[in-house]
């Protein structure tokens, strides 16, 4: 199995801040990641496959990059709608498996 | 629009069983593999099963194998998941996913039923 490590855990910032959050892979998934945003009490919402394509609707703040065993999803300027938790999750093999998650929190 | 509704949690004593539905609506319904991601309470997302568009294929995370079993009725546009042997670890919130065309990634997600496994 794949396992996905997200760092940080537990990101604070500011609004306006550059935010990177890194996503590592026990193996290589290539290029099949994607990233996830949940709001509390909401269900998750796709922002990025295959590590740097922006699904429809997604602020061009957001972006990701790297393949591989490391990926990154970037937050360009943050925005208070930004505050959230994000995950990552390979689709390169099953099981599928999911990063622990990052949350975001104002500074 | 494309809408993925949950219903079916509740519950349940330890060693019991649950069927949860997921009726789809918006989208060609057996084009597309579903799945089933849960939450368990204020932890992070965990994949648990998937089924390709025609129902042929199915696969599941270890920790569920051998006791959940995922169907889905393409006729009624409808996603299941038989739950047996429910243990306490197995309380979450059960969202159904639809995977984008061809990935096994998820692009639409209902909004969760919730299941409680407790004596």
């Known amino acids: 199995d794949i396992q996905m490590t997200q760092s940080p855990s537990t990101l604070s910032a500011s609004v306006g801040d550059r935010v990177i959050i890194t996503c590592r892979a026990s193996?290589?998934?290539?290029?099949?990641l994607a990233w996830y945003q949940q709001k509390p009490g909401k269900a998750p919402k796709l922002l990025i496959y295959?590590?740097?394509s922006l699904e429809g609707g997604v602020p061009s703040r957001f972006s990701g990059s790297g393949s591989g065993t490391e990926i990154t999803l970037t937050i360009s300027s943050l925005q208070p709608d930004d505050f959230a938790t994000y995950y990552c999750?390979?689709?390169?093999?099953?099981?599928?498996?999911f990063g622990g998650g990052t949350k975001v929190e104002i500074k | 629009e494309v809408q993925l509704v949950e219903s079916g949690g509740g519950l349940v004593q330890p060693g019991g069983s649950l069927r949860l539905s997921c009726a789809a609506s918006?989208?060609?319904?057996?084009?597309?593999?579903m799945n089933w991601v849960r939450q368990a309470p204020g932890k992070g997302l965990e994949w648990v099963s998937t089924?390709?568009?025609?129902?042929?294929?199915?696969y599941y995370a270890d920790a569920v194998k051998g006791r959940f079993t995922i169907s889905r009725d393409n006729s009624n546009n409808t996603l299941y998941l038989q739950m047996n042997s429910l243990r306490a670890e197995d309380t979450a919130l059960y969202y159904c996913?639809?995977?984008?065309?061809?990935?096994?990634?998820?692009?639409?997600w209902g909004k969760g039923t919730t299941v409680t496994v407790s004596s």
């Open positions: 996913a639809k995977n984008y065309f061809g990935a096994s990634f998820m692009d639409v």
């Open positions: 918006g989208f060609t319904f057996t084009s597309y593999a």
């Open positions: 089924i390709s568009g025609s129902g042929a294929g199915k």
């Open positions: 193996q290589s998934v290539s290029s099949w």
């Open positions: 295959k590590a740097s």
């Open positions: 999750q390979q689709y390169n093999s099953y099981p599928l498996t």
